[in-house]
């Protein structure tokens, strides 16, 4: 079992900044893929960031440039560095992850959320 709890969530203006942080714990030596998610209210959930174990990266369009995500295998934690933010980026982000041999498209554990509010 791996438990994810992300942080770093809250308030910011457009054109501003914040990092949210994905810690995870338990079984976590089985970690795959780490993926950002969001939720906004009204819309469906989208695929905002993936990072693979080796590092390879990719991105909504919608963030390109903008979002940077990273993570440090040693301490089972994954970024999502989020620049240039606008309104429409407001959301509850979910940090998920994948079993290391599991399906790459399935997501296996999943974190409670932190709310982005991003006002204009």
């Given at each position: 079992?791996?438990?994810?709890?992300?942080?770093?969530?809250?308030?910011?203006?457009?054109?501003?900044?914040?990092?949210?942080?994905?810690?995870?714990s338990?079984?976590?030596?089985?970690?795959?893929?780490?993926?950002?998610?969001?939720?906004?209210?009204?819309?469906?959930?989208?695929?905002?960031?993936?990072?693979?174990?080796?590092?390879?990266?990719?991105?909504?369009?919608?963030?390109?440039?903008?979002?940077?995500?990273?993570?440090?295998?040693?301490?089972?934690?994954?970024?999502?560095?989020?620049?240039?933010?606008?309104?429409?980026?407001?959301?509850?982000?979910?940090?998920?992850?994948?079993?290391?041999?599991?399906d790459?498209?399935?997501?296996?554990?999943?974190?409670?959320?932190?709310?982005?509010?991003?006002?204009?």
């Amino acid at each position: 079992q791996v438990q994810l709890v992300e942080s770093g969530g809250g308030l910011v203006q457009a054109g501003g900044s914040l990092r949210l942080s994905c810690a995870a714990s338990g079984s976590t030596l089985n970690l795959g893929a780490m993926v950002w998610f969001r939720h906004a209210p009204g819309k469906q959930r989208d695929l905002v960031a993936r990072i693979m174990r080796i590092g390879r990266t990719d991105y909504e369009d919608a963030v390109k440039g903008r979002f940077t995500i990273s993570r440090d295998n040693a301490k089972n934690t994954v970024y999502l560095q989020m620049n240039s933010l606008k309104p429409e980026d407001t959301a509850v982000y979910y940090c998920a992850a994948n079993r290391l041999y599991g399906d790459p498209l399935a997501m296996d554990y999943w974190g409670k959320g932190t709310l982005v509010t991003v006002s204009s």
